[in-house]
């Protein structure tokens, strides 16, 4: 199998005829997915999405691929093709169509309707291309086939690339339920004649390699979300992705059953159940949705009310009904409903917020305790099926961590693919496949690039240590009167600390350090208030980290006498 090495320098300039394949993000991460073709001079982007941050990112709203590669070359993109509507391949779009508003966006019915409504907040109207599986477009030296896959949000795509290097099939995510809600399976029959056909180049889902056998059905899930429906004494409050369309139709038909009324409630929930709806994805049983006020006059044990929050996001509805921050007051004989998978690096969060909820007297039904999720990644038994029915040439894993990349390459290798065809990149890294065969050539910059509120890339990892410093370690200001002469203290500094123990006296001891570091300075003539501010902080960190084991951030002011 064939890794990145750090050594890697810029690549060189790709062959004639040949492929050459970026992925800028999704590579070593859940999220953020974004894959760069290049081929005859032009480029096709393959989905363009944002990662969510983690708690060592504060204040960051989320994370894009890093469009540097591609900034001189943006007149070259031919079109952006969507596989499906889940923030993490469509939410970097907006930010891409800033900086060329005309690039076409190639997605099915569902995926165009949950991004154009995304757009219209950021007051973008976008060129779209709207396709179904089976349909064949040509993108300036790409040939597009779309496939239909099964995922956890309706109208999902693979794409098939025809080019003149070969072509490349790339899975987007997928899995292969046999019974699925709307009857719309992974198309395998497609896959199979592709790979008749010859994929020269599989990139495929990796999230769930790690996993053994099949990913059940989603309809497996109905007997424990009806039973929820049925026995709850009072109100159900069931949190999901607000794109999870099948697992809300779930809902819907059980509370409907069991003669319940349902509200949405969140802002991104009540826009997607409307478009989903609207467009026929989501079949809502007449006089079932009410809005929550007129639900609140209905006794407890005929109201659902299904919200975002799954992930313990801090200001999603569940989030704030587990604070009391809500207008919806959880009470005890309450049973809320997390529907939803634990993503990486959120089970805390999670945590939290189920026992904020269990305190105020809730029952909570989560996967811990219950069927209530099942995953919307292909585990390896159904990646092996993948790779015996396409046969592929060469493999890259795509969309996952490190774990997730190197079981999908083994599971290929296990298959019969040549290992030295197996390639697992990083974001990045840049792989050319060049007669018939793929092989890693070089990398480009492919940094996170942080959203912060209206700003874009303004946050840099300094930043956000100064800020993992200002929350962890606390402030202190010194403003210091300099005496212009002598360069000796005017008078007795002035500190202002934030979030760092103190009271009058505990600065008491470090003005001889300070008047020792003047004293010195004025001896070897710095006069410079930038250069005197300087040698403070270094002297106040250095004092604050030998008397309290702390760090605070020392922000100096010096003023003239």
């Not at 999670?350 to 585990?379: E, F, P």
């Not at 997730?404 to 974001?427: C, F, K, M, S, Y």
């Not at 100064?466 to 009167?481: C, N, P, Q, S």
Request: hydrophobic letters at 40%; glycine letters at 10%.
């Amino acid at each position: 199998m064939s890794h990145p090495h750090p050594e890697l320098k810029a690549a060189p300039p790709l062959p004639e005829g040949g492929l050459r394949v970026i992925a800028l993000g999704g590579l070593g991460e859940i999220g953020r997915n974004m894959t760069v073709f290049e081929h005859a001079g032009k480029l096709l982007i393959v989905d363009c999405g944002v990662l969510f941050p983690e708690e060592t990112q504060p204040g960051v709203d989320v994370i894009l691929p890093d469009f540097t590669s591609i900034r001189d070359r943006l007149d070259d993109i031919v079109a952006v093709v969507l596989t499906h509507g889940h923030e993490d391949h469509i939410g970097g779009v907006p930010y891409l169509l800033r900086e060329r508003s005309d690039i076409p966006i190639v997605a099915s019915k569902l995926t165009l309707a949950f991004l154009e409504a995304k757009l219209k907040e950021h007051g973008i109207r976008p060129r779209t291309v709207r396709v179904r599986e089976g349909d064949r477009r040509s993108f300036g030296p790409f040939d597009c086939e779309f496939v239909a896959v099964n995922h956890s949000i309706p109208d999902g795509l693979a794409v098939a690339i025809r080019t003149g290097a070969g072509m490349v099939l790339h899975t987007g995510d997928f899995k292969m339920d046999q019974f699925p809600l709307d009857d719309r399976i992974t198309d395998l029959r497609a896959f199979a004649r592709l790979g008749e056909e010859g994929v020269d180049l599989f990139l495929t889902d990796s999230t769930n390699a790690e996993v053994p056998g099949f990913t059940t059905s989603e309809r497996e899930l109905n007997p424990a979300i009806e039973q929820v429906l049925r026995t709850a004494p009072r109100r159900v409050i069931v949190s999901s992705f607000a794109s999870h369309v099948h697992r809300i139709q779930q809902v819907l038909d059980a509370a409907h059953q069991h003669g319940r009324k349902v509200a949405f409630v969140g802002r991104s929930m009540v826009r997607n159940m409307g478009i989903a709806r609207d467009l026929g994805y989501l079949k809502v049983p007449s006089g079932l949705v009410m809005n929550t006020k007129e639900l609140e006059k209905l006794p407890d044990h005929k109201i659902t009310l299904v919200c975002t929050g799954s992930q313990g996001e801090p200001m999603a509805a569940l989030s704030r009904m587990a604070n009391r921050d809500h207008q919806i007051r959880i009470g005890k004989g309450d049973t809320v409903l997390l529907a939803s998978s634990l993503i990486p690096g959120n089970e805390s969060a999670i945590y939290r917020v189920i026992n904020g909820l269990t305190r105020w007297g809730a029952h909570v039904v989560h996967k811990g305790n219950a069927k209530v999720h099942v995953s919307g990644h292909a585990s390896a038994g159904e990646l092996v099926y993948c790779y015996n029915i396409v046969k592929p040439r060469n493999v890259m894993p795509v969309h996952g961590e490190w774990r997730h990349l190197q079981a999908n390459g083994d599971l290929a290798i296990r298959t019969g693919v040549d290992p030295d065809r197996v390639i697992i990149a990083e974001d990045g890294v840049v792989v050319d496949l060049v007669d018939g065969r793929a092989s890693i050539t070089g990398k480009v910059p492919a940094g996170y690039v942080y959203v912060d509120g209206m700003e874009v890339g303004g946050v840099t990892e300094a930043s956000l240590k100064d800020r993992r410093t200002l929350g962890e370690e606390g402030v202190v200001t010194v403003v210091a009167i300099v005496d212009a002469d002598t360069g000796a203290l005017a008078e007795a500094p002035d500190f202002l600390a934030r979030g760092f123990a103190h009271d009058d006296t505990t600065f008491e001891p470090v003005i001889p350090v300070i008047e020792k570091t003047l004293a010195t300075a004025a001896d070897e003539g710095i006069g410079d208030a930038i250069q005197l501010e300087q040698l403070i902080a270094r002297a106040v960190a250095n004092w604050a980290f030998r008397t309290y084991r702390r760090r605070p951030l020392i922000i100096p002011v010096i003023i003239d006498a």
